[in-house]
């Protein structure tokens, strides 16, 4: 793609010794080296949010907080919250905001394997929904509002409900059981 040196996204970081040695530990980030500095006119540079180039969290020019804004009015919602590494950190980070260490959340068994980590890093202890068979179409369907429902009589300690569909598109509609 880039035949020439300068256009090289990647280069051998400088030998150096002390507290200049390891980028990160720099309190000086203008003299920071790496890749995304050296990239020069890259596109990425321009056009991603972790290089600086779209917006940032500090919502200097309020873009994330606008398509937020945006979402959040699409879907209904109060708030919207983009995150970067796909659903996998939201759902991380949703788990201990909803129960804590030896607390009880409610999770459909066919989670995907983010839900799984989120609850052991946060120590939540899940009690298992069971998904529903669909013989017709020969897949599993998430747990639907009702099975929920009889979930949180059997455990009226569960502190919430984590509905989350890995396959998209079967989930059933959560307003509707969100009440």
Not at 78 to 101: E, I, N, Q, R, Y
Not at 115 to 127: A, C, R
């Amino acid at each position: 793609m880039w035949t020439t040196p300068e256009h090289r996204l990647w280069k051998p970081w400088p030998t150096t010794t002390g507290e200049d040695s390891c980028p990160s530990r720099r309190r000086d980030t203008s003299r920071r080296e790496g890749p995304i500095p050296r990239c020069g006119k890259c596109w990425a540079t321009r056009s991603s949010r972790e290089t600086g180039g779209l917006d940032d969290r500090l919502t200097r020019g309020r873009v994330l907080e606008r398509a937020e804004e945006l979402m959040a009015d699409a879907v209904h919602a109060d708030h919207t919250f983009f995150t970067t590494c796909g659903s996998s950190l939201s759902v991380k980070a949703a788990m201990p905001a909803v129960a804590g260490p030896h607390e009880k959340l409610l999770v459909g068994r066919d989670a995907h394997k983010s839900v799984v980590s989120g609850l052991i890093l946060s120590g939540i202890e899940p009690v298992w929904v069971e998904p529903r068979w669909d013989a017709e179409r020969h897949l599993a369907h998430p747990p639907s509002a009702a099975e929920y429902e009889q979930a949180f009589e059997a455990h009226p300690d569960a502190k919430g409900a984590l509905a989350a569909d890995a396959k998209l598109g079967t989930l059933w509609v959560v307003n509707a059981s969100a009440e």
